[in-house]
């Protein structure tokens, strides 16, 4: 009994120790932001490696999970003659939950994870101590332009995902299927917000990419300086950004749409 | 892989996603239809508003004019207060034009329906609509089909 | 010939410092010379490389004073720490370049982040030290196609690119062939005397140490076992030192980790 209640202490204080450098590393990353933003060449590269690198990823997936929308969507609207909310089931889907999420869910695990094992990388490497070293801080010179490449990549994919979905969906319901074109148009113009859908979406998408970045850069910056703390650090990152998206939507969702 | 080359791709990559919610904004979402700039307003008084809700569309013979933007309840007249836009080009409304709250199907959304008058003068913007009919609550026609039943 | 009595750049008073429950400095105190390249030799494990890192104020000690040029350097705040490192070069056993960029950028580096130097005189400059390691011509390969050897010479024209007041060599012989091995002796010696440096030397290879150091330490569980110079130190009385300078297998420090005793472990099995 006493054992398990140490061990349980332990965990904890384990647990509140790596939130506490989780976020003493989160402050000094944000110090850093304005020195990225100065020298926006270092930041370019990276959203090069975290944005474009993960566009095909992300067309593709947006363009099936649109088509997907547009067939279950069609089989069940049709069975009330409702056909031309359509448009509406999948702009809605996509802009406020799956565009953000999804994207999210992709980026952890082509960026997020790529990211990790190269901050892991160059820990093992030593280039960080070496950086610090020629008196060049790696929170400014490495990990500010990353997270700020992330959290400006990431409203962006999550922008084209939805995009190519409704555009996937408009394939299948009014190319396939017989939809109405302009019900499909209409009927989604009249029922999405800009401020309440769109705008909502890109701040889930914002909000996804500032964590997905931080747990990214954190798990690659902690990780144990070996060739198997790297592997681990990369799985660790992809379980907690995916599980970090879905609880941050939950949340956001029930600020944003719930009226809680 | 040079200096350029990455720009060029970054360069492509932000006017992709700008492209994507411009799209989502002009094309997606309500932004294109309507916004007060480019509308006019009118007022209408209702007993019952039903289900009404802000943004529910305004038509004329079954074609989408405007929406409404605002829905308050009027203490002085004991009714709700609704306020219309309509847009521009739909200025041939005469001032005694009625507007009815009508249901979409059976269960669907619920929306105003306008229907012009025979007057010449036409509704300006800030004018009331002054002939208007409530939306129909299911229980009180109920109600009165069995009070009406039971009475004769 | 440096002058022995050369007045000390880096002084350390009763360092503390563990790891852990693990504690690897106890009470350590020296001094380092200017002008002179000071070596530091004791078996794997004694926090050598932790001793470099306490020196550039990348860790820091739970008790006692590093002095670097008369600050102390884990009182220093940000900025004049970060001015001091500038002064500081070090060279980390792996080379640490860094992966993404080629030779050329690597030595370039620090120049590019601390000056605003126009490209010509960036060229120049880098291109001066790479033909001072022997690389000029390989300014065009990646970290990836260097060889070990290689890679610690281009990394230490990047430790000398910002022209330091004192360089640091963490394992410097480590897993090198011997031409390289002796190549970088050579260079470690020319550039101290060229550049009038001050050397940090961490090695555990006791030929090589003795013979470029001009002042050695030999450290044993946390504490200095014995200094002097290379000579003074081959007529060491202690038997350790004798032991870890000619490499006995057994001695004082014993061949066997602490284990029960041998017959008693193996009757235990029964």
């Known amino acids: 009994m006493m054992n398990w209640l140490q061990n349980l202490g332990r965990k904890g204080l384990l647990l509140f120790e790596g939130l506490g450098r989780a976020a003493i590393f989160f402050v000094g990353m944000v110090g850093g932001l304005g020195v990225a933003l100065l020298r926006f060449r270092l930041t370019l590269r990276e959203i090069y490696s975290v944005g474009v690198l993960s566009l095909v990823i992300i067309v593709v997936s947006g363009l099936f999970v649109g088509m997907v929308l547009g067939l279950q969507g069609y089989v069940n609207f049709a069975k009330f003659n409702a056909e031309e909310s359509l448009g509406i089931f999948v702009a809605l889907s996509l802009v406020r939950e799956l565009g953000p999420v999804v994207t999210g869910l992709l980026y952890a695990g082509r960026a997020g994870s790529a990211l990790t094992a190269e901050i892991g990388l ?79 979406g890109v701040i889930k998408s914002a909000v996804f990419g500032v964590a997905c970045n931080w747990i990214a850069l954190y798990e690659g910056y902690d990780a144990v300086p ?35 | 892989m040079t200096t350029r080359f990455i720009e060029i791709m970054v360069g492509a990559f932000v006017a992709v996603g700008c492209a994507a919610l411009f799209m989502l904004a002009m094309k997606v979402s309500n932004l294109s239809t309507l916004s007060s700039a480019e509308g006019y307003h009118l007022t209408a008084y209702f007993e019952n508003i039903g289900g009404l809700k802000v943004r529910s569309p305004i038509t004329v013979s079954g074609v989408k004019v405007g929406q409404v933007t605002g829905i308050v309840f009027d203490p002085d007249r004991l009714q709700a207060k609704v306020t219309l836009l309509l847009e ?34 036409t509704l300006k913007d800030g004018d009331t609509v002054e002939f208007t009919q409530s939306a129909l609550v299911l229980e009180e026609i109920v109600s009165k089909f069995i009070s009406n039943v039971a009475s004769s | 010939m440096p002058n022995p009595d050369a ?22 105190s020296l001094d380092i010379r200017r002008g002179q390249i000071t070596g530091f030799m004791g078996p794997s494990g004694t926090g050598k490389t932790t001793l470099l890192k306490l020196i550039g104020g990348q860790l820091f000690p739970s008790r006692g004073t590093v002095f670097v040029e008369g600050h102390n350097v884990h009182a220093l705040s940000r900025g004049p720490l970060y001015a001091l490192r500038k002064r500081m070069g070090m060279l980390f056993q792996s080379g640490a370049l860094l992966t993404d960029i080629n030779v050329f950028e690597n030595v370039a580096f620090p120049l590019r982040e601390h000056t605003k130097l126009p490209e010509q005189i960036i060229r120049d400059l880098v291109l001066i030290k790479l033909e001072a390691v022997g690389l000029r011509g390989a300014r065009k390969l990646m970290p990836s196609q260097l060889s070990g050897g290689m890679a610690r010479r281009v990394a230490l024209a990047r430790a000398i690119v910002l022209d330091p007041m004192m360089i640091m060599y963490d394992e410097p012989f480590t897993g090198l062939d011997p031409i390289t091995k002796g190549t970088i002796v050579t260079l470690i010696k020319q550039l101290n005397n060229a550049l009038g440096l001050t050397s940090i030397l961490v090695s555990h290879d006791v030929e090589e140490t003795m013979s470029i150091s001009d002042y050695i330490y030999v450290i044993s569980d946390g504490e200095v076992v014995e200094s002097g110079t290379p000579s003074s130190l081959k007529q060491s009385s202690s038997e350790w030192v004798q032991q870890f300078l000619n490499g006995y297998p057994d001695g004082p420090a014993p061949f066997h980790y602490p284990a029960p005793e041998y017959i008693e472990d193996l009757l235990l099995g029964r």
């Open chain 1, 122 to 200: 160059m820990k093992t490497t030593e280039q960080l101590a070496a950086m610090e070293m020629m008196a060049v801080d790696p929170m400014r010179r490495v990990f500010a332009p990353r997270f700020l490449a992330g959290i400006i990549s990431m409203p962006l994919l999550a922008a084209i995902f939805s995009a190519v979905g409704v555009l996937g969906g408009y394939f299948v319901g009014v190319g396939l299927l017989g939809v109405d074109a302009g019900s499909y148009w209409s009927q989604m113009q009249a029922s999405v917000d800009f401020s309440e859908d769109i705008v909502n």
């Open chain 1, 226 to 260: 070996t060739a198997e703390g790297v592997s681990r650090a990369t799985t660790k990152t992809v379980v907690r950004s995916a599980l970090a998206v879905l609880g941050l939507d939950f949340i956001l969702t029930a600020l944003m749409f719930g009226d809680i």
């Open chain 2, 88 to 121: 521009m080009d739909h200025d041939y409304f005469s001032t005694d034009t009625a507007a009815s709250i009508y249901t979409a199907g059976l269960l669907g959304e619920q929306y105003i329906a306008l229907e012009p008058g025979a007057e010449d003068e």
């Open chain 3, 7 to 28: 007045e000390p750049l880096v002084e350390i008073r009763d360092l503390y410092f563990s790891r852990g429950a693990n504690s690897i400095f106890k009470g350590l």
